[in-house]
């Protein structure tokens, strides 16, 4: 008769859940959180202007530039990392430079099936780029202390805010007693660029800018009749008054479509923007509302979001440059026969 040993329970994982829960419940009750500031834009962080432009006006710090710099400087440091890892022999790469190998081996084999040989080294740094961009901004804002160590401010007359209590010398913090008078607000040093509509829509101006340089590159000043398309008045006018042949109503009802359609694809263009711009904005902003709002409810639920805000921040680096490639190729392939 065989003996089956019965395997272990582990009850580890179980044990860890119900501690996250039990800290969570026990800090709610010794320290409630604040009510989270909503912002949609960046905060100040500077009284007077860094700079003032002729026609922008006033250029002031905001917590999101500030993070902006660092999403940036971030990059760059990779980036050189990464280069100094290659080796010039051809042999294999160590340590992050290895990393960055496979991602962008990866990511050339899927700009090349996509625009083809011909055009996949032009378009591959700027759709990287993005990528990589728009990933480091989204996964920054998971690191502790974004939107949570900042400036107490003085509330405007009038708004709600919240007392302060001195947490040690030099530090001090709010509670989550509402107040009118006498009330502060957080003003935090480090915000994610995803969350502001300036980054999103400069994102998005970049992109769809360099959208029309592939497609006037591919197709000279033929791309432009996907605009203003105006051959087939000019071949009626031809027909009518150089030819005097007759045109039917097809024939005169024809260059009006052109140019409706030249409108629509005028409007599509803009649209893009807009679409660009507020599908990174709504998607980030609203997982960091409902990470800080969650967290005041129910600090332990944070655990679970967080990882969620994880998911999401790659999905929509990976759909800002898939747009940007599709759209890229359909310009370099698709609008050749306009004229």
Known sequence: MIKIEEKPRHITRWLVLLLLVAVGVVSMWLVKPAR?????????????????LPVLGNISLT??????????????????????????????SRGIANVFETIFEALYNLVEQTVGKKWAKQ????????????????????????ESIGLI??????????????????????????????A?????????PSTDLNFTASLALIAVFMVQVFGVRA???????????FGRFFNMGVKMW???????????????????????????????????????????FGGALLVVVMGTLLPVSQ????????FFGVVQALVFGMLTLVFISLVTKGHGKHG
């Not at 949609?40 to 700079?51: D, I, M, N, S, Y």
Request: proline share 6%; hydrophobic share 50%.
């Open 36 to 52: 989270p500031e909503v912002s949609l834009a960046g905060e100040t962080l500077l009284e007077h202007p860094l700079v003032t």
């Open 63 to 92: 917590n999101t530039l500030l993070t902006t710099v660092i999403v940036d400087a971030i990059v760059i440091i990779l980036a050189l990392a990464a280069g100094r890892g290659i080796r010039a022999d051809g042999s294999p």
């Open 123 to 146: 378009v591959f740094p700027l759709v990287s780029t993005i990528i990589i961009l728009v990933l480091t901004a989204n996964l920054l804002k998971l690191f502790p202390g974004m």
């Open 153 to 182: 401010e003085p509330s405007i007359s009038g708004e709600t805010g919240h007392t302060t209590i001195d947490i040690v010398p030099g530090l001090v913090g709010l509670t989550a007693t509402e107040a009118t008078t006498n």
């Open 184 to 192: 502060y607000k957080l003003v935090p040093f480090f915000r994610s």
């Open 219 to 229: 197709n000279g000043p033929r791309y432009f009749g996907k605009f203003l398309n």
């Open 242 to 284: 150089v030819k005097q042949e007759e045109v039917n109503a097809f024939d005169m009802m024809n260059p009006f479509i052109d140019i409706f359609v030249g409108i629509l694809e005028s409007i599509s263009e803009f649209a893009k923007i807009i679409s660009f711009s507020f599908r990174l904005l709504g998607s980030m």
């Open 303 to 310: 655990f679970g979001l967080y990882f969620l805000e994880l």
